[in-house]
């Protein structure tokens, strides 16, 4: 509605295509920067907070497991699982991040196939997880791997709706995966 109102306006008053165009794209361009640094600055808060007490956050339930992967002593990806709460059959991958520095090289396709055999030895019939819409390259990676989006929602948290800020979530079925 407002970009609308910004082309209208910007249309009648310029009596030119272009500066509307151009306004417009540029609002849509900070509005996406906006929401980035909104889901960095959460990830990131989210992270520390956990990261804080690993063993709290992560290793209190039964089959609930936390994991590094390690270059030359340097810690540069992480994954947690923990029983899911609304699917009792189905374990949830949880915090999977990679350094910037370190992507492209596997290691999150390693990390997501620890927590599925970790869940598959388990007993478990399924692994699942959200991610945001933001996070495009987290979903070809999960998408890549056999994971199946099985559903979206908005969170309710206030700025999450003025941004209609998505969450997808994904479920790998164990039974029909293989190694």
Same mark, same amino acid.
């Given at each position: 509605?407002?970009?609308?109102?910004?082309?209208?306006?910007?249309?009648?008053?310029? $009596?030119?295509?272009?500066?509307?165009?151009?306004?417009?794209?540029?609002?849509?361009?900070?509005?996406?920067?906006?929401?980035? %640094?909104?889901?960095?600055? !959460?990830?990131?808060? /989210?992270?520390?907070?956990?990261?804080?007490?690993?063993?709290?956050?992560?290793? $209190?339930? %039964? =089959? /609930?497991?936390?994991?590094?992967?390690?270059?030359?002593?340097?810690?540069?990806?992480? *994954?947690?699982?923990?029983?899911?709460?609304?699917?009792?059959?189905?374990?949830?991958? $949880?915090?999977?991040?990679?350094?910037?520095?370190?992507?492209?090289?596997?290691?999150? %396709? *390693?990390?997501?196939?620890?927590?599925?055999?970790?869940?598959?030895?388990?007993?478990?019939?399924?692994? &699942?997880?959200?991610?945001?819409?933001?996070?495009?390259?987290?979903?070809?990676?999960?998408?890549?791997?056999?994971?199946? %989006? &099985?559903?979206?929602?908005?969170?309710?948290?206030? !700025?999450?709706?003025?941004?209609?800020?998505?969450?997808?979530?994904?479920?790998?079925?164990?039974?029909? =995966?293989?190694?």
């Amino acid at each position: 509605m407002v970009l609308m109102c910004t082309f209208c306006a910007l249309l009648t008053t310029s $009596k030119s295509f272009l500066l509307p165009i151009l306004a417009v794209t540029l609002l849509l361009a900070g509005a996406r920067q906006f929401v980035l %640094k909104l889901f960095n600055n !959460y990830v990131n808060t /989210s992270l520390r907070k956990d990261l804080n007490n690993i063993s709290e956050a992560y290793m $209190k339930q %039964k =089959d /609930s497991c936390f994991w590094v992967a390690e270059i030359d002593g340097l810690v540069v990806g992480m *994954v947690a699982c923990l029983p899911s709460g609304s699917a009792p059959e189905c374990m949830e991958l $949880k915090r999977m991040s990679v350094r910037h520095s370190h992507r492209r090289m596997g290691i999150a %396709k *390693v990390l997501c196939q620890t927590v599925a055999d970790f869940a598959r030895d388990r007993g478990y019939l399924a692994v &699942i997880l959200c991610t945001s819409v933001v996070q495009t390259a987290a979903q070809k990676l999960y998408e890549g791997m056999g994971y199946v %989006k &099985i559903g979206e929602f908005i969170r309710p948290v206030f !700025y999450r709706k003025i941004m209609n800020l998505i969450t997808f979530q994904y479920r790998l079925d164990l039974q029909a =995966d293989t190694k």
